[in-house]
């Protein structure tokens, strides 16, 4: 590349890390619903040297939290990379392409580009929804900032262009499921380096996207962090299974949680989530996971240690050649 | 055609509440189809409306009338010798009814009785669905004949998103998943492929978002003014 950046295309741990070819971690710290800058060096504390990339969720379920690009600079403070959340649902091209130079000012360098929850969902359920451009747009829009140096306008950049290592989510278990890998393999074409998924637990269904995966070739093109995470109790593991539309959770998994006794309910679900996490690592064009401990982030380290993922590797320096 | 809804009547009843004899103007279009403002609903409305005022000790004078379509001003002149002499005229049209009425009687007062829901046909009887929501570029060639813009919750333009289950969309179950009827469609008309093109970011400025929209068509306006050979 002859535009300084390296080799790298952002520069990222996360980046440097995955291109280095190691099983990466990724966790999820969501921002509080007040302005506590506190809340988030807490939680940036628990998850420092456990993962590659923390994702800061973006006003997730469409409920009104600190920003994910603030809450995302407190947690570089602390030393944890930043995967900030964008979503289609607030913002519209000029507020998205704003708040990405503003992150990469503030020394963000990884996105994560969603469509996001429906309004109806969260505290504002009488808002009006933004949604001018989708998920897979505005991975065009991150992309074309970086590589084209250019807005979405076509107008080019005039100085430092923000360059980021660009993610988009995908849910293996949503419908039409025949159409999720290709749906996926528009996503690697408009320019997604990453991919996290909705949270797997059947991991035999999962097994099976992942063949379509790799038979479109979309492992070599993106790389690929199933969402894992673990259960805190039989009721949410229930609630998980009946109640969130595109999450299947196995029966075998619910009656495990349900017969084990109350005391042992977070050990067992960290042991599950442990145990789906070793199955993961087996399964061709997984690159690593992304673990979803949602208000339970303390449990990140155990996991990962249990998983015999600690010590965490170092980036590579240098991009590899080619 | 346009779909509407009454107001709760005791919205109406508030809306009302200042003026003493008013006109229900009712439309034969598109709300009569739709069964919210036409000769029958303006004749229930009328009677509730007039019951309700002597329950509360103020009879209104509350007439009835219909008009063929609110939108064209030719239409609205069959009510003009009757507008003057009342209070206020309460619209059973569209929101362009009753702005219709308001503009081409500038000094009568024009309340709207109706919420006008969307665009859209009846599914079956007594439910109707938005189809389309006038962006102003249509995209339906490429959609299997099933719009995104005015069905999908989010407008996605390369959807589904992962909220998509049982080809139901996240927000209800009620909601049909557009991009899942997309896919389904294309894919029986074996031109899936098709769908694996990026859609990119749509010029929103010929929608709402550009303005209030007009267009104006020379080769009428010269006609009119008899200035064709």
């Known amino acids: 590349m002859?535009?300084?950046?390296?080799?790298?295309?952002?520069?990222?741990?996360?980046?440097?890390?995955?291109?280095?070819?190691?099983f990466v971690i990724t966790a999820e710290l969501g921002p509080p619903k007040n302005a506590d800058a506190e809340v988030i060096r807490k939680k940036a504390r628990f998850l420092k040297g456990y993962v590659e990339g923390?994702?800061?969720?973006?006003?997730?379920?469409?409920?009104?939290?600190?920003?994910?690009?603030?809450?995302?600079?407190?947690?570089?403070?602390?030393?944890?990379?930043?995967?900030?959340?964008?979503?289609?649902?607030?913002?519209?091209?000029l507020a998205m392409q704003a708040d990405l130079l503003g992150a990469y000012a503030l020394g963000i360098r990884n996105v994560l580009c969603l469509s996001g929850d429906h309004q109806k969902f969260g505290n504002h359920p009488t808002a009006k929804n933004v949604y001018d451009v989708d998920s897979?747009?505005?991975?065009?829009?991150?992309?074309?900032?970086?590589?084209?140096?250019?807005?979405?306008?076509?107008?080019?950049?005039?100085?430092?262009?923000?360059?980021?290592?660009?993610?988009?989510?995908?849910?293996?278990?949503?419908?039409?499921?025949?159409?999720?890998?290709?749906?996926?393999?528009?996503?690697?074409?408009?320019?997604?380096?990453?991919?996290?998924?909705?949270?797997?637990?059947?991991?035999?269904?999962?097994?099976?996207?992942?063949?379509?995966?790799?038979?479109?070739?979309?492992?070599r093109q993106l790389y690929i962090l199933p969402g894992v995470g673990p259960l805190k109790s039989p009721g949410m593991t229930r609630y998980m299974k009946n109640e969130v539309p595109g999450l299947d959770v196995p029966d075998a998994i619910l009656e495990r949680m349900q017969k084990t006794p109350k005391e042992k309910w977070r050990e067992e679900g960290i042991k599950i989530c442990v145990e789906i996490i070793q199955q993961m690592r087996e399964i061709p064009g997984v690159a690593g996971v992304h673990i979803m401990a949602i208000e339970w982030e303390e449990a990140v380290p155990e996991i990962v240690k249990q998983a015999g993922l600690y010590p965490r590797p170092q980036p590579p320096a240098q991009a590899p050649a080619g | 055609m346009i779909?509407?809804?009454?107001?709760?009547?005791?919205?109406?009843?508030?809306?009302?509440?200042?003026?003493?004899?008013?006109?229900?103007?009712?439309?034969?279009?598109?709300?009569?189809?739709?069964?919210?403002?036409?000769?029958?609903?303006?004749?229930?409305?009328?009677?509730?409306?007039?019951?309700?005022?002597?329950?509360?000790?103020?009879?209104?004078?509350?007439?009835?009338?219909?008009?063929?379509?609110?939108?064209?001003?030719?239409?609205?002149?069959?009510?003009?010798?009757?507008?003057?002499?009342?209070d206020a005229i309460l619209g059973l049209g569209c929101g362009v009814g009753t702005q219709a009425i308001a503009e081409h009687f500038p000094g009568v007062i024009a309340?709207?009785?109706?919420?006008?829901?969307?665009?859209?046909?009846?599914?079956?009887?007594?439910?109707?669905?938005?189809?389309?929501?006038?962006?102003?570029?249509?995209?339906?060639?490429?959609?299997?004949?099933?719009?995104?813009?005015?069905?999908?919750?989010?407008?996605?333009?390369?959807?589904?998103?992962?909220?998509?289950?049982?080809?139901?969309?996240?927000?209800?179950?009620?909601?049909?998943?557009?991009?899942?009827?997309?896919?389904?469609?294309?894919k029986e008309r074996g031109q899936l492929e098709k769908l694996l093109e990026i859609n990119p970011p749509k010029d929103w400025s010929t929608a709402r978002d550009g303005g209030p929209r007009r267009i104006s068509r020379e080769d009428l306006m010269l006609a009119r003014e008899g200035e064709l050979p």
């Open chain 1, 2 to 22: 002859s535009d300084g950046s390296n080799g790298w295309k952002s520069g990222s741990t996360l980046e440097r890390v995955l291109k280095g070819g190691s």
């Open chain 1, 54 to 93: 923390a994702n800061i969720t973006d006003n997730q379920t469409a409920i009104v939290r600190m920003s994910s690009v603030a809450a995302g600079c407190i947690a570089l403070s602390e030393g944890v990379e930043p995967i900030i959340q964008m979503t289609c649902r607030d913002r519209n091209r």
């Open chain 1, 136 to 219: 897979l747009q505005l991975v065009q829009i991150v992309k074309g900032l970086r590589d084209d140096k250019k807005f979405a306008c076509g107008e080019e950049i005039k100085g430092v262009e923000p360059r980021f290592f660009v993610g988009a989510a995908e849910n293996p278990f949503a419908d039409p499921f025949e159409w999720r890998p290709l749906r996926l393999a528009k996503k690697a074409r408009a320019g997604a380096d990453f991919i996290q998924t909705q949270l797997v637990y059947n991991v035999e269904k999962f097994k099976t996207f992942m063949t379509m995966v790799r038979d479109l070739g979309l492992d």
């Open chain 2, 3 to 86: 779909v509407a809804e009454q107001k709760p009547l005791e919205e109406i009843k508030a809306m009302i509440a200042p003026y003493q004899r008013i006109l229900v103007v009712g439309c034969g279009t598109c709300v009569t189809v739709c069964f919210a403002g036409g000769e029958k609903e303006v004749a229930i409305l009328a009677s509730s409306l007039r019951m309700a005022s002597r329950i509360d000790g103020n009879p209104k004078q509350i007439d009835e009338a219909v008009v063929q379509r609110q939108c064209e001003w030719e239409f609205l002149d069959t009510i003009k010798d009757q507008v003057g002499s009342y």
């Open chain 2, 111 to 186: 309340l709207p009785g109706l919420n006008t829901s969307f665009m859209g046909l009846t599914v079956e009887a007594g439910v109707w669905a938005e189809r389309c929501a006038a962006c102003g570029s249509c995209i339906l060639d490429k959609t299997g004949g099933i719009c995104p813009i005015a069905r999908c919750s989010k407008s996605l333009l390369n959807g589904p998103c992962g909220g998509s289950s049982g080809g139901k969309c996240e927000i209800s179950k009620e909601v049909d998943c557009a991009w899942d009827m997309i896919v389904k469609r294309m």
